[in-house]
């Protein structure tokens, strides 16, 4: 397998580094050097959303916000190289945002009604609707999914719905929502796939809807719990068919999967750390000068390349029209793990300054603003957002391995 990108995409990575350090400042919300790191996040900050939205708006004008989307949609149809050469360069540089449309633009393009595709994809293209809130987890369906128990009952012209969402945020005027329509179905097949407002025109919350916010580990606003009580949503908001949402939620299209841009982060952040050694800081000593820092930082990097590695398979088996089941799975699996170890290690070096976290009130500067302490912190919850550890381990065995269950 020879994994190097084409010279045209070789020179779009380096073009969209260089447009983010022109383009992307963070404004003090980041590092000092105006990087973004995301594993804390606080919801409540309205100037940092408008920020980053300012931020899409520009990679519209550029051309790349949606060059993944099909060209019948207004899109380039980027191929699965352009789009991981392009992410890859963008979020080794820090921008907050590659591509726009996330999970609901390919579903609208696969499944969607006319109506619902002439409405919310230019919407979505001109990052004018840029984030829709996700109604999928539950307390009892998590890593499950399919076992959602939010209920749906149509009612004439509408659905009634009742029930509990959790683990995303409910800020935005519009949610996506996976609801079950038949108790009596397999699982699989009784869940309906819905677009639900949230807000009416004066930007409260419809009736029926009750939003609680959760916080992370260093007490940001990280998540919302939402809870419904008989909120009716037109029948004619249904994405696909009735009772066959959860096929219509699984829908990828020819969207990139690799998680490219985690292996780019962890490197930029490495890089960032070493240079910070360099400038001695606080610590009174370079920790470089100490060998077996040294050793432990090029195991993390060899690592790292181990996980980019396995990132550019699976870009590889998409780009041939290959469905990359257990090696995503592997991804997911290799990337929580190394996540955590750089994180973790990184700020174990620092010694005591490894616990101030951002907005520490200290006379000492710390790497990247004490934001690489925060995630060290919040890096534990990683292997179990988005499917857990255990989760894809059993993937990898059965599907990968064809061990029994």
Known sequence: MDFRFSPEDEALRKASIEFTRREWDSQGFGDGQGIYYGLSWDHENLDLEELINKFE???????????????????????????????????????????????????????????????????????????????????????????????????????????????????????????????????????????????DDKGEYLPGI????????????????????????PANNIIGEENRGWYAAMTTLSFERSNIQGPAMLLRIMEQFIDYCKKVGPLGSNPLDNPIVRHQLANLRLEIETMRTLSYRVGWMQSNGEIPVKEASMTKFWGDSITQKVYLYLSQVLKEYGNLLPGNNIPVQLPVDGFLNSNAWLSRTISVAGGTTEVQKNIIAQRGLGLPR
């Open 57 to 199: 708006k520009k990679l519209v004008k550029q051309g790349w916000f949606t060059m993944h989307w099909p060209k019948e949609f207004g899109g380039k149809a980027a191929s699965i190289e352009t789009q991981m050469a392009y992410r890859e360069g963008m979020t080794y540089a820090g921008a907050p945002s590659t591509l726009g449309g996330g999970l609901v633009a390919p579903v609208l393009m696969a499944a969607g009604q006319k109506w619902q595709q002439e409405f919310f994809l230019p919407k979505i293209a001109s990052a004018e609707m840029s984030y829709f809130s996700q109604g999928f987890s539950e307390p009892d369906a998590g890593s499950d999914l399919a076992s959602v128990k939010t209920r749906a009952v149509r009612e004439g012209d509408d659905y009634v719905i009742n029930g509990q969402k959790i683990w995303s945020t409910y800020r935005a005027d519009w949610m996506h929502i996976l609801v079950r329509t038949d108790t009596d179905a397999p699982k699989h097949r009784g869940i309906t796939y819905l677009l639900m407002p949230l807000k």
């Open 210 to 233: 009750t939003v609680n916010s959760i916080p992370d580990g260093i007490g940001r606003h990280r998540w919302d719990e939402i809870f419904l009580e008989d909120v009716r949503v």
